[in-house]
Nanobody
Framework: EVQLVESGGGLVQAGGSLRLSCAAS????????IGWFRQAPGKERDEGVS?????????YYSDSVKGRFTISRDNAKNTLHLQMNSLKPEDTGVYYC????????????????????RGKGTLVTVSS
């Protein structure tokens, strides 16, 4: 059974930092393109924030987080991380990780017939 479990969310002031983690079991994080999405309050669609490809380690960042967030993969611990710096109130949302993505340096999306593996998410709240 595939499980993705996120941690590291919380309440932080604008300008602060958080580090999210996604612990995987039932799959190896280096075998799949894996990344982070977020559900923002009042937004209809989830936003793909960042992903890392299993094919060539290409990394994608959405324009809204580029230069502030850093994705990394710890193969030994089978864990994905997202370092979030210079946080803004608009970064508030539930962040969840998902595996088996379409991930290139300029796009990310869920695979239509992929694993459908995603975690339940961790809440990030950035106060102004």
């Amino acid at each position: 059974e595939v499980q993705l479990v996120e941690s590291g969310g919380g309440l932080v002031q604008a300008g602060g930092s958080l580090r999210l983690s996604c612990a995987a079991s039932g799959l190896f994080v280096f075998d799949y393109a894996i990344g982070w999405f977020r559900q923002a309050p009042g937004k209809e669609r989830d936003e793909g924030v960042s992903c890392i490809s299993s094919y060539d380690d290409s990394i994608y960042y959405s324009d809204s987080v580029k230069g502030r967030f850093t994705i990394s993969r710890d193969n030994a611990k089978n864990t994905l991380h997202l370092q979030m710096n210079s946080l803004k109130p608009e970064d508030t949302g539930v962040y969840y990780c998902a595996a088996d993505l379409l991930c290139t340096s300029d796009k990310m999306a869920l695979m239509i017939n992929g694993l459908g593996a995603r975690g339940k998410g961790t809440l990030v709240t950035v106060s102004s």
